[in-house]
Structure formats: structure tokens, C-alpha cells
């Protein structure tokens, strides 16, 4: 006879574990695999445009040869596969940052990379400054480290010194700052050169590091390029060990995110901390997947950034027209010159997340409420869409429905 009742493991788990929260887009998206649901939740690379026959190539490539296989299935360096990181370094070089395979490690997705941060640099009770609003994933990556928040580049009444005089007064230190400083996730919305040599002058009177999340960079579709802030701080610093920026790059939006190979670029000394939290944590990443990767963007990584970045800005154009057509009087929204989101905000008084149900079951049309953006509260009024995953129709569709709910 099975006894049905169950152990109660609350009690066992340790404290930090308060800090780990699901994800509002992950949960939601396990309730849209009705194809008959317009999602503009998730921030999904659209299937198409992958590389499928460059990819498949590359796996047949390293499992054809038993010299190469060997290697792609066997066990391998926590840094990552070197002509990986040359690439990269090389990649980087174009950037303006000039650094060395030693300054480079891979990472399983660059949300790893994160998280490996988080472990390093936070302790409990430490402050981390983040943009309001920020991506949700950085706050589920820091949330177990069990840190305060507050906001980045804050208001004319806030110092380098009020921040810290505040974190102390925590039980902290302000360990750390984060930005996703080109389109960023959710809003869209890129940091001005200026914007980026203030933040840079903040970190150093605070003498902090600062996470740079290069995840959009690439996906640029009106204007020129700012530079990062890795490579702004290296011209005032001279060189990129001296540098307190550590930059996440990934191939998630430009190759596929289901291969999962990111990477972090900054200051050596870091660099072989991170590498040994990561042995701890996976050993390595996935040998045979960096092996992908590697022989793919040797192919084609030009090409593939230049048609993602062709099909994704037809796809933007068609969001940011729907919504000037479709969206009440007293609605606003970014308008990102790249990246995948729109960040939309309704007139005040507005519950974006109390609308959801309605919009999923009525209009059958989801998008992420923007409360999840805000770590320390705020933005009901307020969400983000996602315009790569969808087709330009269903992306007319389902504004259009999103109007009507709004209005």
C-alpha cells in the first residue's frame, strides 16, 4: 500500500534559496503552445533564419573524422576549445578591444556567464546597482547571492557615496554594477556614449566591476555603433587588465540559442576565478557545440548577422507601425534601433499584468507584464514585446488585438 502523503523539504533547504524565483516569461510560456495564440512573450530567435545546413555540416565535419570525434566527446578544458577563443579574440579586436585567448573563457550561454558572476563578486546582503528596468534573467542569475538592489545611474540627489552609505546601512557593500547597454532587454532602449562614460565614472568612484550584457550588440539595424564599455574603459585604463568591465557576449542571437556557447572577456585575473567556479559547476562546456560554433562562424558569421539583422528590422518596422496604428491615446513605446523588444507603457493607472489573462483568453494574445523588469517594484503599468519570433501578419494580428484590449 503506497502512501500518498509527501516529505515536507521546505525546512532542509538553505537560506538562500529565497532568492531563486521562476521566471515570469518561462512560466508563461509553458500555457502558449496553442498555435492559435499570437506570443510576443518570449525573447525567441525566429527558427528560420538559423544556419540548419551550416550546422549540420559542422556535426557531420567533427564526428566524421575519429581524430576530431575523439575530442568533440571527450572530456575538455574548463577555458573553453581554444580556436574558439581565437576567434573570439579576433571578433573582439573588431570591437577595439584588444586582448589575448587567456582573457577569453566560454561559457554554457552567456546567462551562465552570469550566473558565474553572481557567485563570484555578490555576497549576501551586498548591493548590485541595475537599471530600472533590467533583465529579469540577471535578477534569477544574482537572486541566490541574496543581494539588495538599486538603481543605476540614479538621480541628481544620488552620489557614489549615498550609494555606498546605503548599501552599508544594508549590511553591504555595493559589490557590483550590470547593464545591457544596446537594446537592452526589455525596453529596447541603448546607452549613449555619454551615458556609458558616466556609468564607467560611477564604478570607478565606487570601485566596482561592471557586467556588460553584449547579448543585442550584433543586432543592430539603424545608426552607428556605440563602443562598449569594456572597449571605453580600456582606452582610459590602457589595456584590458586593467579594466574592471567583464563583457558576456553569446552566439544565441546570431547562430542558436539551443547550442548554448557564450563567452566573457575581461581582466585575466577574474577570468581564471570564473574558470574555476565553472569547473565547479559544469567542468566545461559542451565540447562538440564549440566545436559547431567555431567551424559555422569561420563560414558564414557575416552573412548570418546580416541576414538576421535584415529579416528582424522588417519585423520591427512592422511592430512599431502596428502599434502607431492600433495603440489608445495616452499609450507610449520605445523605438529601439535594434535588438528584439518594444517596451510598451500604458496610461497610468493601467495593470499590464492584471490585462494578461484577459489578453491570453480573449484576444488570445500573450506578452511579459513589466513588473518582472523592476527589481526593486514599479512598472504595472507598463510591458514588453518580442517582435523576432512572430511573422509580420501575426504581428499586425495581434497589436491590432492588443489595441482593442488597451483601448
Not at 512560466?27 to 498555435?35: F, I, Q, T, W
Not at 506570443?39 to 533564419?49: E, V
Not at 582606452?235 to 586593467?242: K, L
Not at 480573449?362 to 526593486?376: D, K, L, N, S
Request: proline share 5%.
Amino acid at each position: 500500500m503506497s502512501d500518498s502523503s509527501t516529505h515536507d523539504w521546505a525546512h532542509h533547504y538553505a537560506g538562500r534559496t529565497r532568492g531563486m524565483q521562476a521566471s515570469e516569461i518561462r512560466e508563461l510560456l509553458k500555457v502558449l503552445e496553442d498555435p492559435a495564440i499570437i506570443s510576443f512573450a518570449g525573447g525567441i530567435p525566429d527558427p528560420t533564419l538559423f544556419p540548419t545546413a551550416e550546422i549540420s555540416a559542422a556535426y557531420a565535419a567533427a564526428l566524421s573524422n575519429p581524430e576530431k570525434s575523439s575530442g568533440a566527446l571527450q572530456y575538455s578544458v574548463s577555458e573553453g576549445y581554444g580556436p574558439l577563443r581565437d576567434w573570439i579574440v579576433g571578433y573582439m579586436g573588431t570591437r577595439g578591444i584588444a586582448c589575448t585567448r587567456d582573457n577569453v573563457m566560454i561559457v554554457t550561454g552567456s546567462q551562465q556567464g552570469l550566473d558565474l558572476l553572481g557567485k563570484l563578486f555578490i555576497g549576501g546582503g551586498d548591493t548590485v546597482l541595475v537599471e530600472r528596468p533590467t533583465y529579469m534573467g540577471a535578477l534569477q542569475a544574482f537572486g541566490p547571492c541574496e543581494p539588495n538592489y538599486d538603481d543605476l545611474l540614479p538621480g541628481s540627489n544620488a552620489t557614489a557615496a549615498s550609494l555606498s552609505e546605503r548599501a552599508k546601512s544594508r549590511g553591504g557593500r555595493v559589490a557590483a554594477a550590470y547593464c545591457v547597454p544596446d537594446f537592452a532587454n526589455p525596453t529596447g532602449v541603448s546607452m549613449t556614449t555619454a551615458g556609458r562614460e558616466k556609468l564607467l565614472d560611477l564604478c570607478a568612484e565606487l570601485d566596482v566591476p561592471l557586467f556588460e550584457d553584449a547579448a543585442y550588440e550584433a543586432l543592430r539595424y539603424d545608426g552607428p555603433a556605440y563602443p562598449s564599455c569594456l572597449e571605453l574603459d580600456i582606452r582610459r585604463t590602457g589595456g584590458i587588465d586593467a579594466s574592471r568591465v567583464l563583457y558576456c557576449g553569446t552566439f544565441s542571437k546570431t547562430i542558436s540559442p539551443g547550442l548554448r556557447v557564450g563567452w566573457v572577456c575581461g581582466a585575466k585575473d577574474p577570468i581564471r576565478k570564473l574558470v574555476l567556479a565553472k569547473q565547479a559547476g559544469d567542468l566545461h562546456s559542451a565540447t562538440i557545440n564549440q566545436m559547431v560554433i567555431h567551424d559555422v562562424v569561420g563560414r558564414c558569421y557575416d552573412s548570418q548577422v546580416a541576414k538576421v539583422r535584415d529579416a528582424y528590422r522588417i519585423k520591427r518596422d512592422a511592430m512599431l507601425a502596428a502599434l502607431d496604428r492600433h495603440m489608445p491615446k495616452g499609450t507610449e513605446w520605445t523605438k529601439p534601433d535594434g535588438g528584439m523588444f518594444v517596451w510598451v507603457t500604458l496610461a497610468a493607472g493601467r495593470d499590464a499584468g492584471a490585462l494578461l489573462p484577459v489578453a491570453i483568453k480573449r484576444e488570445q494574445v500573450a506578452y511579459v507584464p513589466g513588473r518582472a523588469f523592476h527589481a526593486t517594484g514599479g512598472g504595472e503599468n507598463t510591458l514588453r514585446l518580442n517582435f523576432s519570433m512572430p511573422t509580420v501578419e501575426r504581428i499586425e494580428a495581434g497589436i491590432a488585438r492588443l489595441g482593442k484590449l488597451f483601448a
